[in-house]
């Protein structure tokens, strides 16, 4: 069993590396891994899919920027989010808004498993457990 | 109501508006005090990462797809989803004087109800041992205050001497007693006003033990006044394996600031068998790969990194190790006592049948060493009980064949008369470590004959007696051996006058 993910694994990293170009997940080449892993049937086939989903999950996270907000954010303010990230991660970035009123106030951007926290209530967290 | 409203705005607004980074991840599994986490891409090995509720955990495993994480506190709120973040900082423990009389569990909280603890430092739990060059060679003695130990396993500062031994046979009682000596000899050292005294101060942990326990032996050295000069680390059975795990390096940190400060001190590991167990509980639990006894392949660095640590550092201080390991059956070749036993500058070794006798400390004398031996042993005991190791094992050997219950000449029954007499005044209670000129004057008066015409059975009663006297009459003879360090002829005559004194007044 271990051994079967371990190939599942390594296959999926090499389908992965095929899928990129450039730091930008190409929806061309994701389109023909998925007709090869379709049309061959490699062994443990879910696996590798299941791998293969999980790495180009991470990637397609690293080149977004998930702006959570809990007031309005003006499209500018995404523009500039979006402008920042690419030079900060050197790499194309696109910047997403999802309302979340559980922040208050501020904003808080995901990049991959970075997170820029300015809102109110991880401030608030902060004081609670400073106090 | 409005100064308090006050007060929050005042405290936000000093916080930093600006953006501040974190690298997250989420837990995926969590069990045994053991989370896997995804994410965490940035996160560093060893690094201390902050659950949710101000739990933190260690990354010790850092894979392709996920990152092993010890978590040290309580796991009872965590769940699946849950957002980890990095710290960039190490785990790190307070160190100080202001730890000592207190009992903390591994992470340096207070756990004895004396409330929060005044340390002005922090040292990181895992630390670099000092290197080659920073070490001094091991030549200033450590006493113990049990006479088998002292006159024939010396132990040096810095040195790490393992205490080995299958369970009840008297391990703990050892490390205890010596930690009461080393108060005793603070005591008498700070009184004295020597500006050259350079007093011991004592770590013990706890590793795995019943509470019960734990707080016997607090008891214990409360009752003797050693506490004030002594820290304890606790990581009961109770807690979970991952506090276990830490404990040891925690306590080598508080040890290594006295060391690094320019002074001594003692620490003992009790016992690090259980530490070998909650890790290899750990290892499973993050799949890590299996070898002998199902331990993980780097059991020996886990402990090796933890006793090099211990020292003798060029111009500062000290740091001694007395690592305990519990045997099974009297086995010294399984495979965490032949490791501890190869990397430690010695062992004493405790048997079953030897306590069962009545002999206490049941040191047995042929398994045990000093590797450091007599360069941290003083003069006098060196005088005095030089030869005490070669008569004992001579007269191992020659008592065993005697069973078969052959004549026997007036010589080998004379040594095993003697050998006997050496046993017997070896037998020390638990708790009460002799003064070392004490000892010394004991084992004088056992080399010049002085316990020969007493009854093998009444010598434990004729020494007791003995240290009665020349504590409560010769005080100031005790002294000067004290100070002297050696017996030159004057100190000789007193002591042979001062035997000869008691010998006259002491019926058996």
């Not at chain 1, 730091?23 to 086939?45: F, I």
């Not at chain 1, 979006?82 to 050197?90: D, E, H, L, Q, S």
């Not at chain 2, 099974?328 to 048997?351: H, K, R």
Request: charged share 20%.
């Amino acid at each position: 069993m271990a051994a079967a993910a371990k190939q599942a694994q390594q296959l999926a990293r090499q389908l992965f590396k095929l899928s990129v170009v450039d730091h930008v997940v190409s929806t061309d080449r994701v389109a023909g891994v998925l007709a090869y892993v379709e049309k061959h049937a490699p062994a443990n086939a879910v696996l590798v899919l299941k791998a293969y989903h999980r790495l180009i999950a991470v990637e397609l996270a690293k080149s977004e920027a998930r702006v959570e907000h809990a007031g309005a954010v003006a499209p500018t303010a995404l523009a500039a989010i979006a402008a920042a990230m690419t030079k900060n991660y050197r790499r194309p970035i696109t910047a997403t808004a999802h309302a979340h009123p559980a922040l208050l106030a501020g904003l808080r951007v995901r990049v991959g498993d970075d997170v820029y926290e300015s809102s109110v209530s991880s401030q608030l967290a902060a004081l609670s457990l400073s106090v | 109501m409005s100064t308090v409203l006050d007060q929050i705005e005042q405290q936000i607004a000093k916080l930093s508006t600006k953006a501040v980074k974190k690298n997250t991840g989420n837990i995926r599994t969590i069990a045994d005090g053991v989370a896997k986490i995804d994410g965490l891409s940035d996160v560093m090995y060893n690094e201390m990462v902050a659950f949710p509720g101000g739990a933190i955990g260690i990354a010790l495993n850092l894979e392709e797809t996920e990152v092993g994480c010890v978590i040290l506190g309580d796991v009872s709120k965590l769940k699946e989803g849950d957002e980890v973040t990095t710290t960039g900082k190490l785990l790190s423990v307070p160190v100080g004087k202001a730890l000592l009389g207190r009992v903390v569990d591994a992470l340096g909280n207070a756990v004895d109800g004396k409330g929060p603890i005044d340390a002005k430092e922090t040292y990181p739990v895992e630390r670099i041992a000092p290197g080659i060059m920073a070490r001094k060679s091991v030549n200033q003695p450590l006493f113990t205050g049990i006479m088998a130990i002292d006159s024939m396993i010396p132990i040096g500062r810095g040195q790490r001497e393992l205490i080995i031994g299958d369970r009840g046979t008297g391990k703990t009682t050892i490390a205890i007693d010596t930690i009461i000596n080393q108060a005793k000899i603070n005591k008498v050292g700070l009184a004295s006003g020597d500006a050259k005294f350079r007093p011991v101060y004592s770590i013990y942990v706890a590793i795995g033990q019943k509470s019960s326990n734990i707080v016997r032996t607090v008891a214990a050295l409360e009752a003797a006044g050693a506490l004030e000069y002594t820290i304890i680390v606790a990581a009961t059975a109770a807690d979970n394996p991952a506090n276990q795990y830490i404990a040891p390096y925690s306590g080598a940190a508080m040890g290594e600031w006295f060391m690094e400060n320019g002074m001594d001190a003692l620490i003992v590991y009790d016992d690090l068998s259980k530490h070998a167990v909650a890790y290899r509980q750990i290892s499973l639990i993050l799949k890590r790969p299996s070898g002998r006894e199902a331990y993980p392949g780097d059991v020996f660095y886990l402990h090796s990194r933890l006793l090099e640590r211990a020292a003798r550092l060029d111009g500062k201080g000290s740091l001694t190790a007395l690592p305990i390991i519990e045997t099974l059956a009297g086995d010294v070749s399984a495979y965490i006592p032949t490791n501890v036993i190869s990397i430690t500058d010695g062992q004493i070794f405790l048997e079953t049948d030897l306590f069962n006798q009545g002999i206490r400390p049941a040191v047995s004398v042929g398994l045990s060493v000093s590797r450091v031996g007599s360069s941290a042993q003083i003069k006098a005991t060196k005088q005095v009980g030089g030869k005490l190791k070669g008569e004992l094992a001579q007269f191992r050997e020659l008592a065993a064949f005697a069973q078969f219950g052959s004549d026997l000449d007036a010589k080998t029954k004379a040594q095993l008369e003697r050998g006997a007499r050496i046993v017997e005044l070896f037998k020390q209670p638990a708790f009460s470590p002799a003064a070392i000129e004490l000892q010394v004057s004991i084992l004088f008066a056992m080399q010049k004959g002085f316990f020969d015409p007493i009854d093998a059975k009444k010598v434990v009663a004729a020494a007791a007696n003995m240290k009665n006297f020349f504590t409560t009459r010769k005080d100031a003879l005790l002294t000067e051996i004290r100070n002297k360090a050696a017996l030159d002829k004057d100190l000789e005559a007193k002591l042979q006058a001062a035997c000869d004194e008691w010998k006259s007044g002491y019926t058996a």
